[in-house]
């Protein structure tokens, strides 16, 4: 069955990307900074919704996590958050310095 991913090329799309990674660039899945990409909570697939702001999370993309070397965008998959073994660090990342 194909997924329309129009969205992901939509001026919305790309507008709330921009706002989300402005935000915070902490990995939902690892916990380290240098997210360059943002991903569904709950896929869209398994009812998330598409532009909620609140459905969507820095996350790091293709090139994976530069410090704990995790492709943590494919290890997520098409799975909601709660599924995925998430890092869980002695570090506070989300501490300003």
């Known amino acids: ?3 329309d991913r129009t969205e992901l090329t939509s001026y919305q799309w790309r507008q709330l990307r921009a706002r ?16 360059d990409a943002v991903d569904h909570i709950q896929p869209v697939s398994k ?3 598409r532009l ?11 090139n994976g996590c530069p ?6 965008n494919s290890e997520k998959g098409d799975r ?4 995925v073994v998430q890092l869980h660090t002695s570090v506070d990342w989300f501490a300003g310095p």
């Open 80 to 83: 909601p958050l709660s599924e």
């Open 67 to 72: 410090v704990c070397l995790r492709k943590c």
């Open 47 to 49: 009812g998330g919704a």
């Open 52 to 62: 909620d702001p609140d459905n969507v999370a820095p996350i790091h993309g293709v």
């Open 1 to 3: 069955m194909a997924t």
């Open 20 to 35: 989300t990674l402005a935000a915070s660039d902490v990995c939902i899945v690892c916990g380290h900074r240098a997210a």
